[in-house]
């Protein structure tokens, strides 16, 4: 039987669009996926754990990670650098797991250009008031800082027909069936296959039947 290809997602949306519990019920559920932690240089918030929520890097020692081309994708969001590092992704891929990203627009956009198959999914509330009030409920961002997310959610969304699928997230269960269905119908598709492996597993699968 021809194992099913393993993807390199990468799921994207606007602060407080619930991008990282949707991403925890789907790899929870899904033995086979795994999350890249992404390093930040963004101050700890204090129910967030080094290693786990985000890897925490001082400005230098990230600019220094930079230079080195530790990073499959970095960008700076909100004054703050964001990056994925290369040496994880390739250590989950190899190991035969789909990936997950959890980045921005532009670190997501990044990424398609290195490797044209990443799978693009961006993840929204159905609207921009539900999205400041989930933001407001928080309790962790100022006014100000809400606003400016509110912003940079309106700028994101003329992103969206370079993104693959668009996954509503109101109702979180809902939002994780719907991640759970795209991934299955990805696995499926003939060019996620590289062909020549799949014509010779087909071949010999025929052969006999002559």
Not at 132 to 148: C, H, N, Q, V
């Amino acid at each position: 039987m021809m194992p099913l290809p393993n993807l390199l997602l990468v799921v994207s949306g606007p602060s407080g669009a619930g991008k990282s519990t949707l991403c925890d019920r789907f790899t929870d559920a899904s033995p086979e996926t795994e999350m890249v932690v992404t390093t930040t240089t963004r101050r700890r918030r204090s129910n967030e754990t080094d290693g786990i929520d985000y890897h925490f890097l001082g400005r230098e020692e990230f600019e220094q990670r930079i230079a080195r081309e530790e990073f499959l994708e970095y960008a700076e969001v909100h004054g703050n650098f964001y990056g994925s590092p290369i040496a994880d992704v390739k250590r989950l891929m190899a190991a035969g797991k789909d990936v997950i990203l959890e980045i921005d627009v532009q670190g997501g956009l990044n990424v398609r250009k290195k490797f044209p198959e990443v799978l693009l999914i961006y993840v929204t509330p159905s609207d921009l008031t539900a999205l400041r009030r989930r933001l407001s409920g928080r309790g962790t961002e100022s006014e100000a800082d809400i606003r400016r997310r509110i912003s940079n959610a309106r700028n994101e969304l003329a992103t969206l027909p370079e993104y693959d699928y668009l996954v509503i997230n109101d109702q979180l269960d809902q939002a994780v069936d719907r991640l759970r269905a795209i991934v299955r119908s990805e696995k499926q598709r003939i060019e996620r296959y590289e062909r020549q492996s799949l014509l010779d597993s087909l071949i010999k699968g025929a052969e006999g039947l002559q």
